[in-house]
């Protein structure tokens, strides 16, 4: 099973919502991520967990908070959010942070902040 | 700060026609990735490599990395219309655990 899947794959919320991204993977992989992508543009990294533990934090803004409850689940809590923050949100896993980190993606939640 | 330059930016051509994309860097890279992204899903894993000069084949897909691995080619023979997607390299920056990705090729093929 090479899957990672992400619910929801649609979500709509205002500015003073706080609402939640989940991420789940089965593959036994240790190192999961989040990335951001706006249209027409690559995905940017915006956090890694390695061992359930944050290693990266791209100078990510406070109302984005990642957190991973066990090795197979990721989740991304949103608060405040601007309409900046409008993007499809990836979560991707690999078998470890290594330099050969091949990765795989789920298929993204399509936010949008209203 | 490792870039990863693709080119060309956009891609129109008809099926059966050849073509080739290209995954610049001025930096070494461990390894480099070519996935494959649709509107509105995750990019998928397309192909690792990993020696410097190696060369993949998958169906009419040639993937090669640079002898000096600081770049990176994709292949593509007698494109079909199902080839049509955004073409992203990425690696893995020296010394730390982030992941960047290439500026992405844009590819439409037409039937």
């Known amino acids: 099973d090479t899957e990672v899947t992400q619910t929801p794959k649609h979500l709509v919320m205002g500015m003073t919502n706080k609402k939640s991204l989940k991420c789940e993977q089965h593959m036994g992989h240790r190192a999961m991520y989040w990335y951001k992508q706006k249209a027409k543009k690559p995905p940017e990294l915006m956090f890694v967990y390695s061992y359930e533990k944050l290693s990266i934090n791209e100078s990510v803004p406070s109302r984005f908070s990642p957190e991973c409850p066990n090795s197979s689940l990721l989740n991304l809590h949103l608060h405040a959010l601007q309409p900046e923050d409008s993007a499809l949100y990836l979560c991707a896993s690999s078998q470890d942070t290594s330099s050969f980190g091949e990765q795989y993606f789920g298929p993204g939640t399509r936010l949008t902040v209203t | 700060t490792q870039l990863l330059e693709q080119s060309p930016q956009f891609l129109s051509i008809q099926e059966g026609e050849n073509l080739t994309v290209y995954c610049n860097s001025s930096s070494v890279f461990s390894s480099l990735q070519w996935y494959r992204q649709e509107p509105g899903e995750g990019p998928v894993l397309l192909v690792t490599v990993v020696t410097g000069g190696e060369v993949k084949k998958l169906k009419r897909l040639t993937f090669q990395f640079g002898d000096a691995r600081k770049d990176s080619s994709l292949h593509i023979t007698a494109a079909q219309p199902g080839d049509t997607g955004l073409y992203l390299c990425?690696?893995?920056?020296?010394?730390?655990?982030?992941?960047?990705f290439g500026t992405g090729t844009r590819l439409k093929v037409l039937a």
């Open positions: 990425a690696g893995p920056t020296s010394g730390t655990y982030k992941y960047i």
